[in-house]
């Protein structure tokens, strides 16, 4: 319980749980508790909010008596863990989630309740928060073959319990299986049979090094909501809570969760037969193009084009693929060969490692680096500046701009090959195979993610071949925001939790479920760099003439060369209108279905003045050509990006307020864009103050 001492205050109807005000106070309290805890590190085993009671004297403090549940088979939760959440919440300056409401830190008071998850949770007015606990923890989670024999059609054969819905046997799932094979034949939804197979036997990986168990994944977050919306209002009533999609991961990069399957066929399905063997990723498991006739069995996708590499082709000094990505990451950094031999099947590297052994790439051939030949090749007085030369050069190599630390540590994995360092200390080193017999390894952490702006996948910077038609990597900071399922505005990714848009797009909104989407160059295909996050919220500038709104990411996005943020000016910078080139804005083709640049120019603000209301703040631009580029739609939210003198970075200047859509004479099209100059000091100050 609590007690609220401003904000709100106790009436005589509030005792009564059947009134009305009762039932709206109750639900307020509710949803704001499930939001905190929902936002918080004990998510995954948060089940949701019930509350009791509200009792107090009248026209004073009142106080809020609430149940707590958490289901230990995802997480082991104590009193103390809630006691962190809800103090550091109460405490805040700017409550995100009690806001307006003044809570008297000592008045908190959470006890806990070994009910299990099956026990009914008795409805009591006692100062008493009941959470679901375990008095011993559960055994580490190990990978098995799979037993169920109505499964065995999964593209995987191994598993683990307990599993999402709690069964921790195959005797136990065996029991309950008739319950889900009738939804599978109720034929409530197309893929019912895949998802239901994938929550009682959930595909598993193998621990990493240095983690304690292995790893159950589940199907993703967007495959869960498909089967919901079908089959939810099917679900057995003691499997709602463990089929909350809310709760399912969101696909953040191969191995994340398991994705749709099917693509190929639900693209033909849907009329888009040419997107397959386009030469244009579209399936998350690329199948769209690895089942084409221009890519044999066993080949990798280049990522680009239509084009597939034998394994034997990747890291042997030939550049093959269109972008040469082929000839990329032959020496990286990652927490285990197993990360990346999991790698979707392109040379592209899914994320960008901070720290990790360092893994070498040979002709398809992966190994770590052994240092046991130092002692022989290296003077000890030299030994140390060798290696922290080495890591320098590879974490400037991976977009780092320093190197945390570089030490040598024992492999803890089984069956690695290994190379030795020929001469440590030559400008370009060669690598020889041979045997580590004490399996003496170099591991280095780099810090400082060095490169905003930059699109890295690239050959050339600059607009140097830069394409009308977007392709992956091309655009890595754009995101499209989603209402309810619907593509709505654009918005800007200008650091790991934040992107930038425009107010315009939550105008006469209503309470909805707000979804932002990066790595996309086309909205109805996806891939494997593609990502996705909640919105958690959003915040205006107070800057006068402003409409610049700051959306804060429920979590950070892994940074890719798919993914990543574009540079903002820098403060005080307010010539740079004066210093800037080739400036674009980004639109979809007119079906809505291809990312495109749109080129632009700045223009006086009086050509602006006849289509719109400029402010203080806005920046008025043209095409730079007589006639207007009319194969695009603009939406709100969409960027101005300029390059920068060096030729090679792009920041953004201005975010556009409304969509943006040609003339029917298609001769003119003055676009006016909010300037990101006049926001720097407050874009800086609220991702600072909001972690």
């Not at 197309?190 to 998802?195: G, H, I, K, V």
């Not at 030994?383 to 977009?399: D, K, P």
């Not at 890719?560 to 639109?587: K, Q």
Request: glycine letters at 6%; charged letters at 20%; one cysteine or more.
């Amino acid at each position: 319980m609590f007690r609220v001492v401003r904000g709100d205050t106790f009436s005589p109807e509030l005792a009564d749980p059947a009134t009305e005000q009762f039932r709206i106070r109750a639900r307020d309290y509710r949803e704001r508790l499930n939001l905190v805890f929902r936002r918080s590190d004990l998510r995954p085993a948060f089940l949701g909010t019930e509350v009791l009671a509200l009792d107090g004297v009248e026209g004073q403090n009142l106080v809020v008596h609430f149940n707590l549940r958490f289901d230990p088979r995802q997480l082991e939760v104590g009193a103390p863990d809630l006691m962190t959440v809800l103090s550091k919440e109460i405490t805040l300056e700017e409550s995100q989630y009690l806001s307006n409401l003044t809570i008297d830190p000592n008045s908190l008071d959470i006890k806990e309740s070994s009910a299990t998850l099956t026990t009914p949770l008795p409805i009591t007015t006692s100062a008493v928060t009941t959470l679901a606990s375990t008095t011993t923890p559960p055994p580490p989670r190990l990978c098995g073959p799979i037993q169920l024999e109505y499964c065995r059609n999964l593209p995987y054969n191994v598993t683990s319990y307990p599993n999402k819905l709690g069964h921790r046997s195959i005797k136990e799932v065996r029991d309950d299986v008739i319950a889900f094979r009738e939804l599978v034949d109720a034929e409530c939804y197309r893929l019912a049979y895949e998802f239901v197979c994938q929550l009682l036997q959930p595909s598993c990986t193998a621990h990493l090094p240095g983690e304690a168990e292995d790893r159950m994944v589940l199907p993703c977050q967007s495959f869960c909501r498909e089967f919901h919306a079908g089959c939810g209002n099917r679900l057995p009533d003691r499997f709602k809570d463990a089929l909350d999609c809310r709760y399912f991961p969101e696909f953040t990069g191969p191995g994340s969760c398991n994705s749709k399957p099917g693509c190929v066929k639900e693209l033909q399905a849907r009329g888009l037969s040419a997107r397959v063997c386009d030469g244009v990723v579209d399936c998350m498991d690329i199948s769209d193009e690895t089942s084409c006739g221009y890519c044999p069995d066993n080949h990798i996708h280049c990522g680009a084009g239509k084009v597939c590499i034998s394994v034997d082709r990747r890291c042997d000094g030939n550049k093959d693929c269109p972008d040469g990505s082929d000839e990329k990451g032959c020496l990286t950094v990652a927490p285990s060969l197993l990360s990346v031999k999991t790698s979707p099947a392109t040379p592209h590297h899914s994320q960008y490692y901070s720290e990790g052994y360092v893994i070498f790439n040979e002709k398809g051939q992966v190994g770590k680096i052994c240092t046991e030949n130092l002692n022989t090749t290296v003077p000890e007085p030299n030994r140390e500046g060798t290696l922290n030369t080495i890591a320098a050069s590879l974490c400037g190599v991976l977009s780092y701009k320093n190197v945390n630390f570089v030490r040598i540590q024992e492999d803890e994995e089984p069956e690695v090959q290994y190379v030795h360092m020929e001469d440590p200390s030559a400008a370009e080193i060669t690598f020889v195979r041979a045997p580590c017999p004490k399996k003496e390894v170099l591991y280095v952490g780099c810090s400082d993610l060095a490169e905003c702006g930059t699109q890295s996948l690239r050959g050339t910077a600059g607009v140097e071949g830069l394409g009308k038609v977007a392709a992956y990597g091309d655009w890595p900071w754009h995101a499209v925001l989603f209402k309810d399922g619907v593509h709505v505005c654009d918005a800007t990714l200008v650091s790991a939790e934040w992107l930038l848009t425009t107010a315009s797009c939550f105008q006469g909104q209503p309470k909805a479920q707000w979804v932002a989407q990066l790595g996309h160059i086309r909205l109805s295909g996806s891939s494997p760099w593609h990502q996705e996050r909640g919105v958690v919220g959003m915040v205006k500038s107070p800057v006068e003439g402003s409409t610049v709104v700051m959306v804060k990411l429920e979590q950070p996005v892994t940074m890719s060369d798919f993914v990543h943020p574009v540079c903002l000016p820098e403060e005080g910078s307010g010539a740079l209108l004066t210093n800037l080139s080739h400036c674009n804005t980004l639109g979809w083709a007119r079906n809505r279905e291809q990312l495109q640049r749109v080129q632009i120019k700045l223009s006086s603000m009086e050509r602006c003045e006849n289509i719109s209301i400029p402010t203080v703040n806005s920046i008025c631009t043209e095409p730079p050509y007589l006639t207007d580029d009319c194969n695009e739609e603009e939406l709100a939210g969409s960027p101005m990006l300029c390059l920068l003198s060096d030729n090679k970075t792009w920041t953004l200047v201005g975010v556009s307020n409304w969509r943006i859509a040609c003339s029917k004479s298609g001769t003119e099209r003055p676009r006016l864009y909010d300037k990101i100059t006049s926001n720097i000091e407050w874009i800086h100050k609220t991702m600072s103050a909001i972690s």
